[in-house]
């Protein structure tokens, strides 16, 4: 049996905004400009990703997206994910926030609800109860979804890794699973339409953002 999950939890210090989405949808760009204008403001702020931004994750993130890799058991791939999350909380997210730092991040908890849960099919409670154990319970205060039809995302890149050359109807899963979540929890999510333009886009995540800065104290 899966951990029992802990309760959700939201930091009490600073500020944890994460970026989700399909291929493509531009999470790195929006997460790059988000930090851009925060450290504008006069902000602390950590841009940072999941999977690999860890000395052990970037060894996981290779086991993970390498082509190279081959099949994983559906099973083995979602541990491996909840392992990078794990050490990726405890030594990058966690400090961050314990200084009163704005953490942005491309990726995190629901990635693995989408892409293992919804997408490889597996029972998404019990990947969940993993990935919240792995996390302690720890949720962003905003989570930004850029939503793309999987058709238009895929066809923004050539090189596909291991996850990106899964089939379109796989994509449609996790596109789905992304829409429910945030559905499911208005208060915590937006819902943008990344086929918008990138500067009305920015807009609405700042829009989104700075209501957080001040109730949440994050480090000027």
């Not at 204008?37 to 996981?60: F, N, S, Y």
């Not at 990078?84 to 400090?95: I, L, R, Y």
């Not at 829409?179 to 208005?186: C, F, L, S, T, Y």
């Not at 819902?191 to 920015?202: G, K, M, S």
């Amino acid at each position: 049996m899966p951990p029992t999950p802990p309760p959700p939890t939201y930091a009490e210090r600073g500020v944890f905004v994460c970026f989700e989405g399909g291929e493509g949808s531009g999470k790195s760009t929006q997460s790059g400009r988000l930090r851009a204008w925060l450290e504008e403001r006069g902000h602390d702020v950590v841009l940072t990703h999941e999977p690999g931004d860890t000395p052990v994750g970037q060894q996981v993130r290779r086991i993970l997206l390498s082509p190279e890799t081959g099949a994983l058991a559906d099973r083995t791939e979602a541990l491996l994910y909840a392992a990078d999350k794990a050490e990726h909380v405890e030594t990058v997210v966690q400090p961050a926030l314990a200084r009163g730092a704005v953490v942005v991040t491309d990726r995190y908890v629901d990635s693995t609800l989408a892409y293992q849960g919804a997408g490889r099919t597996l029972d998404v409670g019990e990947v969940e109860a993993v990935a919240r154990w792995a996390t302690g319970g720890l949720r962003p205060h905003l989570t930004v979804v850029l939503d793309l039809e999987p058709e238009a995302g895929l066809g923004r890149f050539a090189g596909r890794d291991r996850i990106e050359g899964e089939s379109l109807e796989f994509h449609q899963r996790v596109r789905q699973a992304f829409v429910a979540m945030a559905g499911a929890d208005p208060d915590h999510y937006l819902v943008l339409d990344a086929r918008d333009d990138v500067d009305a886009i920015e807009r609405s995540v700042r829009a989104a953002v700075e209501p957080l800065l001040d109730r949440t104290g994050a480090a000027r």
